[in-house]
């Protein structure tokens, strides 16, 4: 059982779907955030368990308890496990920090927000509807929206070339943002990373604003 206190968060949920098959693919934007997040850490900081259908890394960060999950149930059941987990430890949902890939923003991008709709997202609805409650915090990361091919292939479908180097960059930008909660609230972080763009979108800008 965990103690909270100040409200501050005590769960990383990164969504995605586990298999070997789905490894960096776009759907996989949550999972991949928590991975970086855990390289970023000294080696022993985080205790792997296997526990609630989950990958969880138990563990802290300036000196209180934090945990680390990585759902094992598939994007669309992802609240099975969240709830499950939350329940467990006694974290309420305005403690948890939900991650994941977003259709709707550019790639790069970020969102960071306090409570709202699922957006469409499946993972998303599923936490909501197993909470039984939409007050979670969310990162939501941009994977663009295919202009032709269907959606479904499209999040299953991994980053090529330069996009792959824009996504790159906006994952550590997650990180940055993740740690900014943790440390000054997800307000300030809202503040300073809802505003962010991927360095190349800068710097296509300004290639447009000169050759105009």
């Known amino acids: 059982m965990v103690n909270s206190a100040n409200g501050r968060i005590l769960l990383i949920a990164g969504l995605g779907n586990p298999g070997v098959e789905y490894e960096k693919t776009r759907h996989n934007a949550g999972f991949m955030t928590i991975d970086r997040l855990l390289t970023g850490f000294p080696a022993g900081r985080f205790e792997f368990r296997h526990i609630a259908q989950s990958y969880v890394y138990a563990g802290a960060f300036r000196g209180k308890s ?34 994941s890939d977003d259709l709707d923003l550019p790639l790069g991008r970020l969102r960071l927000r306090i409570g709202g709709s699922d957006g469409g997202h499946n993972g998303l609805k599923s936490v909501i509807s197993e909470l039984g409650s939409a007050d979670f915090n969310r990162l939501r990361i941009g994977v663009g929206r295919p202009e032709k091919s269907d959606s479904k292939d499209y999040v299953l479908s991994k980053f090529d070339g330069e996009e792959a180097k824009c996504f790159d960059l906006s994952l550590d930008a997650a990180v940055e943002a993740v740690r900014t909660v943790l440390t000054a609230g997800i307000v300030r972080a809202m503040n300073k990373f809802n505003a962010w763009t991927p360095p190349m979108e800068d710097e296509d800008e300004e290639k447009t604003n000169q050759s105009q």
Do not use: C, D, H, Y
């Open 66 to 99: 934090l945990f680390l999950q990585k759902p094992q149930t598939f994007m669309n059941l992802s609240g099975l496990a969240v709830a499950n987990f939350a329940r467990k430890e006694q974290i309420s949902p305005e403690e948890i920090l939900v991650v």
